[in-house]
């Protein structure tokens, strides 16, 4: 049982490329979110999901899209990364004591 | 506006000294209540959570917290600091079961243990 992954650990990107951040749960957790950390803002919400094939706004969603065609997976899409972007993203996902279960967390850089 | 508030940015405590930390909530309703852990480099992990009952709840590791709806209030204590327990401490909220895509974090309380 690993739990909650994330792919990758850590990257480094350019203005305006893109790239996927990959989170995996083998917990069969319905609710699966993703979360920008950034120094003294706390965790900040971008998107959720309630299940397979919904996704839902959170509170900073701008700039990102996401999509959880299995409901083991949800991914995390930058179109055209800017260096706002530049923070650390956390995916959890919910359990059946309504308690959020993290991931490790990927570093994202953007020049 | 519903916010959640954590006062004290970085606290500084003696190893085996007592540690509260202080999470504020302001919120039309009694949230669910949550207290995460962060070590260096890590995800977060759960210390404990308060949904309803006994307003003293006992968690991981040695820490407790009390909810106090006349403050809107759910501080985060333990009577002996461990040099293991310097880390990052969030408070969060979730405002009803069905809205649980609406977590809340606060900012974070640093803990630093010295000797």
């Known amino acids: 049982n690993a739990g909650v992954t994330q792919t990758p650990k850590f990257r480094v990107l350019k203005t305006g490329q893109s790239m996927t951040l990959l989170c995996a749960q083998d917990m069969n957790h319905e609710y699966m979110y993703w979360y920008r950390q950034d120094p003294g803002m706390g965790l900040r919400l971008i998107h959720y999901?309630?299940?397979?094939?919904?996704?839902a706004k959170g509170e900073v969603p701008d700039g990102y899209n996401v999509s959880r065609l299995k409901k083991q997976n949800f991914l995390l899409g930058l179109e055209s990364a800017a260096p706002s972007q530049t923070s650390v993203y956390f995916c959890a996902s919910l359990t059946s004591l309504e308690t959020q279960y993290f991931g490790p967390g990927t570093r994202l850089l953007v020049l | 506006a519903q916010s959640v508030t954590q006062p004290d940015i970085h606290i500084t405590v003696s190893e085996g000294a007592s540690l509260e930390l202080r999470c504020n909530y302001s919120?039309?309703?009694?949230?669910?209540l949550f207290w995460y852990v962060q070590s260096p480099g890590q995800g977060l992990q759960l210390l404990l959570k308060?949904?309803?009952?006994?307003?003293l709840v006992q968690g991981i590791k040695g820490f407790e917290a009390e909810f106090k709806r006349s403050q809107s209030s759910f501080n985060l204590r333990k009577p002996s600091v461990h040099w293991s327990d310097a880390a990052e401490y969030f408070c969060a909220v979730a405002v009803s079961t069905d809205s649980w895509g609406k977590f809340q974090f606060g900012a974070g309380t640093q803990v630093v243990v010295t000797p």
């Open positions: 999901s309630v299940g397979e094939g919904t996704t």
């Open positions: 308060y949904f309803s009952g006994d307003t």
């Open positions: 919120y039309g309703a009694t949230p669910y």
